[in-house]
């Protein structure tokens, strides 16, 4: 038996011992901790009965109770995913370096990523559409997004109509969905009978109630889009049947003005009943995701209705009941992104960094010329990094490729994560799975907590 593969997690009143690799979690004593704890000191059953005053007897029973838990899910071990190098989830396709709003915190400076605020061309559409017939068998999503995608609508219906074509035609075997990322702030007619046409899901960025969202979400003159995105809310949701979701950004001024996701996420459904997802300005996010455990009380949560639980919880709770691996996000294997002149990134977020730019889409690129460029720098596998390979969440942790693995100074992925970003990551983790143990112990709250699982269409 390995004791490294095993995870000690002490909480108040509750200690969890953590199999990392089967996914066995076990709610134990502190004796059974302290015995774990010098066993992966490396101390044998003699020493630890002398200098902790346990009988041989205890110890021994101590690793038979654990080796036959763990035993039962060994069955269990993650398997590594074949890649398909031909199957991509999502190509985010800038069609606009343009955007009509000036958001204070935007990362893409105003839309245009530090190049011309230029629009994608014909030319340019149809080798993105030659680009993708020729180097995947099957993509599933394609989401228009900017600067502002809505500026630029020729180009995306032309898109939209080119690969219909090409799929009437044959060429295509497999049609894409297409969505769109916007602010909200650009409708008419013409835009509506395209959505109608060929959207099938639209994310629209607000940050909550007028007076939240009009401290960031401006015009040039200053002025707040509230009222515009209200209004194209309300109209896309009366002519369309493409479901919404929203997107805010969650800032300094949130936390000034009192404001928390609760509130955000409440707003937005009473006023216009609507879901999303609310990302933190990326200041503040290192610093606030372990907020959440300093006056937590699972019972008032479960009493709650698990309306508010903390980052992660669900999909972790999916991974250890379902004994699959979470992932990192694949940039480079099923998802990245294309500039409106064709060239290549490994996600929007680096989008016009040269560092970042894995060729263009009519010349040599990532996809046609692997040996040109250098995959390990692309693509993040957290087992495939010393760091990650001996880490007790590896199979646990998971998200943002660009927060764990990117080097803002350097401008590059680098193959170490963020060591500061790990700590706090794990410390998440580990309460989450005090959580998960906590909740289990108590039959009601567990039933409960199944039934919004299943709510959420989770199959555990
Ligand atoms: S916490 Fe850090 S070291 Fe551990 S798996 Fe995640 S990224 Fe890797
Ligand atoms: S790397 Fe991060 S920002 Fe980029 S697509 Fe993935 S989750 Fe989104």
């Known amino acids: 038996m390995n004791y490294n593969e095993i ?4 909480g108040e009143g509750i200690n969890v011992v953590y199999h990392y690799k089967t996914f066995t979690m076990m709610v134990v004593k502190d004796e059974v901790c302290q015995i774990l704890e010098a066993l992966k000191r490396g101390y044998s059953v003699i020493q630890i009965s002398k200098e902790a005053k346990y009988s041989e007897n205890d110890v021994m029973s101590v690793i038979q109770f654990i080796e036959e838990k763990i035993s ?7 398997q590594q995913n074949s890649n398909n190098n031909r199957v991509i989830d999502r190509i985010t396709l ?4 343009d955007c009509n709003l000036r958001c204070r915190y935007c990362y893409a400076l105003g839309g245009n990523y530090n190049q011309d605020r230029a629009f994608m061309n014909k030319q340019t559409a149809n080798d993105f559409v030659d680009f993708c017939i020729n180097h995947f068998d099957q993509i599933n999503r394609i989401v228009f997004f900017g600067g502002e995608p809505m500026l630029n609508i020729e180009i995306m219906k032309y898109i939209c109509n080119l690969f219909k074509n090409n799929f009437s035609s044959g060429r295509l075997s497999q049609m894409p969905e297409f969505g769109i990322i916007t602010n909200g702030t650009i409708l008419n007619p013409e835009i509506i009978s395209f959505l109608k046409e060929n959207i099938t899901s639209l994310t629209v960025s607000i940050d909550g109630p007028k007076d939240i969202n009009d401290e960031n979400r401006v015009y040039s003159n200053g002025k707040g889009s509230y009222e515009t995105i209200k209004q194209f809310i309300k109209t896309v949701k009366s002519e369309t049947k493409i479901p919404i979701i929203y997107e ?3 800032t300094r001024q949130h936390i000034e003005k009192q404001y928390k996701s609760k509130d955000i996420h ?12 609310i990302v933190e300005e990326e200041s503040l996010e ?11 009380d699972y019972k008032m949560i479960a009493e709650n209705n698990f309306e508010n639980m903390p980052i992660g919880f669900w999909s972790i709770l999916k991974s250890i009941a379902g004994k699959q691996s979470r992932k990192i996000c694949p940039v480079m294997k099923r998802i990245f992104s294309i500039s409106s002149n064709g060239y290549i990134f490994p996600c929007h977020m680096l989008a016009g960094n040269t ?8 010349a040599q690129n990532f996809f046609n010329q692997r040996t040109l460029y250098k995959s390990s720098e692309f693509i993040i596998d957290l087992q495939d990094n010393p760091k990650c390979n001996g880490c007790w969440c590896q199979y646990l942790c998971g998200g943002c490729a660009v927060h764990q693995f990117y080097n803002k100074q350097q401008k590059k992925f680098q193959k170490k994560p963020n060591s500061e970003l790990c700590e706090i990551n794990k410390q998440h983790i580990a309460q989450i799975i005090l959580m998960i ?12 907590l199944m039934a919004k699982a299943k709510e959420r269409q989770m199959q555990l």
């Open 94 to 97: 800038h069609v606009s370096n």
């Open 286 to 296: 290192i610093n606030r995701i372990l907020d959440y455990w300093q006056n937590y």
């Open 266 to 277: 409440n707003f937005m459904l009473n006023e216009f009943g609507i879901k999303g997802v």
């Open 72 to 78: 039962k899910n060994e069955n269990y071990l993650p």
């Open 437 to 448: 143990a906590a909740l289990r112990r108590e039959p009601l709250y567990w039933e409960k």
């Open 355 to 362: 560092n970042n730019n894995l060729g263009n889409i009519k």
């Open 248 to 250: 805010a950004t969650y």
């Open 7 to 10: 995870h000690v997690i002490k």
